[in-house]
């Protein structure tokens, strides 16, 4: 062999290829052949320094920014806990809120069906006076 230092082994584990003209990983700084010089190729480590992409979370579809040097996993985490509107864990707000004010009925409605004269709240059902034995007659 006439050129002892002509060329580089490759840096992937699986590889060891000797390549003349090898390429340097710009986040690793490691010499990979020309299977394994990209990042995916060779599983970088340090590839979120340099292959900057836009996260998107998963549960609200909207895009988190990243710094860059942040890894992008530990941001949409920390969104997850704290940023996110979409909350599986939280209770939805209730539709039916308005109770009957009639005595022994357990019905409730979307919208405030109020009387005139008592200005109690009532279901559909009781909603008249007579119906609800109205006390401001």
């Given at each position: 062999?006439?050129?002892p230092d002509l060329g580089?082994?490759?840096s992937e584990k699986t590889c060891k290829q000797l390549d003349f003209l090898p390429l340097k990983c710009d986040a690793c700084n490691q010499d990979f052949c020309k299977?394994?010089?990209t990042y995916a190729g060779h599983k970088c480590p340090f590839a979120f320094k340099k292959?900057?992409?836009v996260p998107v979370c998963p549960l609200c579809n909207v895009?988190?920014?990243v710094k860059r040097g942040e890894i992008p996993d530990v941001v949409v985490g920390e969104?997850?806990?704290k940023d996110c509107a979409y909350h599986p864990g939280?209770?939805?707000e209730k539709v039916f809120t308005y109770r009957c004010s009639k005595e022994g009925c357990k019905k409730k409605e979307m919208l405030s069906l109020a009387c005139a004269q008592c200005q109690g709240s009532f279901c559909i059902q009781h909603r008249h006076p007579l119906d609800h034995s109205c006390k401001a007659r």
């Open positions: 062999m006439e050129f580089k082994h490759c299977d394994h010089f292959d900057v992409k895009p988190i920014p969104h997850i806990d939280k209770k939805k």
